[in-house]
């Protein structure tokens, strides 16, 4: 699990609006270049954001030399992290899929959507244990109080469905992504159904070398 609480490509994604399962086809997985994402970037080096009093900080590493959409970096543990956008940790075999189903957001314009799906426990569609499907909302700007100084953000919802093999899960969740640093600095869930513990998280601190 990652250290952003609630951020990791399972059952406790974030999530926005959804009137029933987007089909898992639904947005064709592209072959296209890894070319730089506009209206996004990953921390700099060294950039540090705390969640919490009692947490420890997660410090990024920058982008993947190869794809500036995926953002590399290290927990409050020192474990390391690969995030898509610098929030999702994909399934094994799923992080083109999550990579070009995130890449219409961007560049950032209110209104945009995307939808897109990807399989949890992947080996192939048949032994799956979920598919999950997402629909994304850019609302438009924000600006949030961290460590006493204004920070301007993004504001977008995600919709997280499943279609699970023991049971299905819909998560709503509003996110504040601040541009400027590249870091998502608060999320609040609503737990539309199933079994999960989405828990809401907030920026403390930001440290952008």
């Given at each position: ?13 974030l ?12 947005i064709p ?21 705390t969640y ?12 993947d ?34 990579r070009?189903?995130?890449?219409p ?29 997402e629909?994304?909302t ?5 600006t ?14 995600r ?16 996110l ?13 869930p609503?737990?539309l ?16 070398p």
């Amino acid at each position: 699990m990652s250290a952003v609480p609630a951020l990791a490509g399972c059952a406790v994604l974030l999530a926005g609006c959804m009137t029933g399962p987007i089909p898992i086809g639904a947005i064709p997985i592209s072959a296209a270049d890894n070319a730089p994402t506009i209206g996004f970037q990953c921390p700099k080096p060294g950039t540090a954001v705390t969640y919490g009093a009692s947490s420890l900080p997660v410090t990024s590493a920058g982008a993947d030399p190869a794809d500036p959409l995926v953002c590399l970096g290290s927990g409050a543990r020192g474990a390391p992290l690969r995030r898509v956008a610098n929030l999702i940790e994909p399934p094994p075999g799923q992080e083109r899929a999550i990579r070009d189903g995130l890449a219409p957001l961007f560049p950032i314009v209110p209104g945009k959507t995307a939808q897109f799906g990807y399989f949890q426990g992947y080996r192939n569609e048949r032994t799956a244990t979920g598919q999950f499907m997402e629909a994304w909302t850019t609302v438009g700007p924000d600006t949030l109080q961290i460590g006493g100084k204004p920070v301007p953000t993004i504001v977008f919802t995600r919709g997280i469905e499943n279609n699970q093999r023991y049971g299905t899960l819909g998560i709503r969740w509003r996110l504040w992504f601040a541009p400027e640093s590249g870091v998502w600095v608060r999320g609040e869930p609503t737990l539309l159904r199933g079994d999960a513990n989405p828990r809401p998280f907030v920026a403390t601190s930001l440290l952008v070398p």
